[in-house]
């Protein structure tokens, strides 16, 4: 899948190092904010629609063939919807997320996660509502000038426009 979807890394890091390198650089003052995000339970809440949205955006995004999307969407679809689990004598079909322990998992996980940053935190980042952004697989840090945007909005949006982060 990872080479019919090529992502970009704009705002994730690879290593932890890498944002600690980062914000040496960056000037920060008196109007400067700081939040961190924790993505509450990644796998289990990632919303089954919003990752068939990502998936298709990306394979968009990719130049793929009409029938390489349809194929691996359709493929997509089927691995999320065979999401089962047992407790006690009972099985159980979650309502939203995917399996922890499928190896696909992480990838779908990034390409929703990609999705919702090239949509979301592009669009604040090029406004100048926040000077800095990245995430380190379920952690965010934002840092912001409050002179441009008011503490709570930078806290409302990630949760209610990306739909999954919570305030650690």
């Not at 679809?77 to 004598?89: A, L």
């Not at 099985?91 to 996660?113: C, D, N, W």
Request: charged residues 25%.
């Amino acid at each position: 899948m990872t080479y019919l979807i090529k992502l970009p890394n704009n705002y994730s890091a690879k290593y932890s190092y890498e944002i600690a390198e980062e914000l040496n650089k960056i000037k920060i003052n008196e109007n400067s904010r700081i939040i961190t995000l924790d993505i509450k339970d990644l796998y289990v809440n990632l919303p089954l629609n919003g990752i068939m949205q990502a998936t298709k955006y990306w394979l968009d995004k990719n130049k793929n063939s009409k029938d390489i999307m349809e194929q691996l969407l359709n493929i997509i679809k089927t691995v999320i919807q065979q999401n089962y689990f047992q407790y006690k004598d009972t099985f159980y079909q979650p309502v939203k997320g995917i399996a922890m322990g499928s190896p696909l998992s992480g990838t779908i996980a990034e390409i929703y996660l990609k999705y919702v940053e090239e949509t979301y935190i592009k669009q604040w980042w090029d406004t100048k509502e926040i000077m800095y952004y990245k995430r380190y697989v379920d952690d965010v840090l934002i840092i912001y000038r409050n002179q441009k945007v008011k503490d709570h909005i930078i806290e409302e949006r990630s949760i209610k426009e990306v739909g999954i982060c919570n305030s650690k």
